[in-house]
């Protein structure tokens, strides 16, 4: 999307926000919903947003959704993202969090479903995400160096003000995340490799939407859904991912409940 067209994008979405600047927006992962009630609440499809790309996965609705919580909170939620493997740029991956920073909006909360690696998690745990190894090497995917790269570089940390106030609740877990560039699931001598690099879960989103934020200085935390547990028997589907994602809705409307008190 060249700049003409993103401007002609963002005067669309300003006129469907009616200029109001949203308190906190949010990115939903794979079969994650946002149950609270909006007030005033509208939705409008990616389709009907002019250049603005599909969602081609099962579990991303691909529609964007504006209202005011009870507390007069308004938040921007974009249900659906974009991910590298469905043959996207960059840029493409992180328009919505441009969309996010080019309409004011200083708070991001990501989400995603991911598979839990290390013993102490279990499906439907929320995991804060404090750190993001990157395997897909900032989306170059003709890199020569391919995973040594990738195995050099230093994690993406989290460390907002609003990381850091969600990590006040002690019964939430925390880890770094391993984002892949999937689709495939990974394979037993993967999750070895990822678990030697002290990643607690992996996914395939995530890290290029948190490191624009971060470079955009936006107060951005992100979460994952555990979904599946990865063992010597794992055999994960997508339609267990989305299963489980909906498993964790309670947890889940109770940390937008508590995000939405701290901004």
């Known amino acids: 999307m060249n700049s003409k067209e993103f401007d002609k994008l963002l005067s669309f979405l300003k006129d469907f926000l009616s200029s109001q600047k949203p308190d906190l927006a949010i990115i939903l992962g794979s079969g994650i919903s946002f149950d609270l009630p909006l007030s005033s609440a509208q939705s409008i499809s990616y389709q009907d947003l ?32 974009y991910h590298l493997y469905e043959g996207l740029g960059c840029e493409e991956v992180q328009l919505p969090v441009k969309i996010i920073h080019s309409l004011g909006c200083k708070n991001i909360l990501l989400t995603n479903s991911a598979g839990g690696i290390q013993s102490e ?13 990157d395997y897909q090497n900032d989306g170059k995917l003709n890199n020569p160096r391919g995973l040594l790269d990738c195995l050099e570089k230093s994690s993406l940390k989290l460390d907002t003000k609003l990381t850091q106030e969600i990590l006040i609740d002690s019964s939430l ?21 990822f678990k030697y690099q002290d990643c607690s879960a992996v996914g395939m989103s995530t890290y290029l939407e948190a490191k624009f934020a971060l470079e955009k200085s936006l107060n951005v935390a992100a979460v994952s859904v555990i ?15 989305l299963e489980n994602s909906s498993k964790a809705k309670v947890k889940m409307n109770r940390l937008f409940e508590r995000i939405v008190s701290l901004i």
Do not use: C
């Open 173 to 193: 877990k925390t880890g770094a995340y391993a984002a892949v560039l999937g689709p495939n699931y990974e394979t037993l001598s993967e999750i070895s490799l």
């Open 227 to 241: 979904t599946n547990i990865w063992n010597d028997d794992s055999k994960p589907t997508h339609k267990e991912v």
């Open 50 to 81: 002019p250049g603005m790309p599909q969602t081609s996965v099962k579990g991303h609705k691909g529609k964007l959704v504006f209202g005011k919580t009870a507390s007069g909170k308004k938040i921007l939620i974009f249900s659906g993202r």
């Open 121 to 133: 998690l279990k499906v439907a745990d929320l995991m804060i995400i404090e750190a993001i190894k």
